[in-house]
């Protein structure tokens, strides 16, 4: 298997832009995480998704903020418009229930820098 | 609310030199504790989950054992390519992990 799919793994822009983040999951999980990583907070838990639903979206931090699941196989987070301290790398992760109980496979990971 | 501390939060090693790391949680409810290996420029990498107190389980040079408080992963006489970051998470009531800040261990030949 592939595992968890990221693009794009290095992104730049300037404040006031629009981002998009795409992941695709390991074939067959039905869970679907997005995470934030930073030096200071660590990883933060942003939104999941079960089922293509999201279920908790309680770490988005605000409504710049928002995810979507089209399908199975694939998710986006979007966030509109940046700001330098959305500056972060992100992660998205899948689990399935039916493997070792919430083993979480993590992507590659996409490094934002936002000017 | 549900927490979870580690330390120390960097840790130099000699080569061959054992150690362990510790995670304290609090949280109600635990389902689980999960112990990830992270790289550098690399997303986290699962390494164990423990579901009660007095459970161990091992893999190669690491062993992760926990109590009703906290976890500790112990590293027997490390090698330079264990340097990285440890994470340890806990799942409580719902499907999401509560991460750690991470250990940093850097192990010098």
């Known amino acids: 298997d592939a595992g968890v799919i990221q693009s794009p793994r290095h992104e730049v822009t300037e404040m006031g832009q629009e981002v998009t983040l795409r992941c695709k999951p390991i074939?067959?999980?039905?869970?679907l995480f997005w995470y934030r990583q930073t030096m200071m907070r660590g990883l933060e838990l942003l939104i999941y998704?079960?089922?293509?639903?999201?279920?908790?979206d309680s770490g988005m931090p605000e409504d710049r903020f928002s995810a979507k699941m089209p399908n199975a196989s694939f998710s986006t987070l979007k966030i509109q418009p940046s700001e330098p301290r959305d500056s972060a790398v992100y992660f998205c992760a899948s689990s399935s229930r039916l493997g070792t109980y919430n083993e979480q496979f993590f992507g590659p990971g996409t490094r934002l820098t936002v000017l | 609310e549900d927490q979870v501390t580690q330390s120390p939060e960097a840790l130099r090693l000699q080569e061959g030199e054992s150690s362990s790391l510790n995670c304290s949680y609090t949280?109600?409810?635990?389902?689980?504790l999960f112990w990830y290996r992270q790289d550098p420029g690399k997303g986290p990498e699962f390494l164990f989950t423990?579901?009660?107190a007095g459970e161990e389980k091992e893999k190669e040079r690491l062993k992760a054992t926990l109590t009703k408080k906290e976890s500790f992963l112990h590293i027997t006489a490390p090698k330079p390519e264990d340097s990285a970051t440890y994470l340890c998470?806990?799942?409580?009531?719902?499907?999401?992990?509560?991460f750690g800040t991470g250990t940093r261990l850097q192990v010098f030949p």
């Open positions: 423990l579901y009660s």
């Open positions: 998704f079960n089922n293509n639903v999201p279920i908790d």
């Open positions: 998470a806990v799942q409580a009531r719902t499907d999401k992990l509560i």
């Open positions: 949280v109600s409810g635990l389902r689980g």
């Open positions: 074939s067959g999980h039905d869970y």
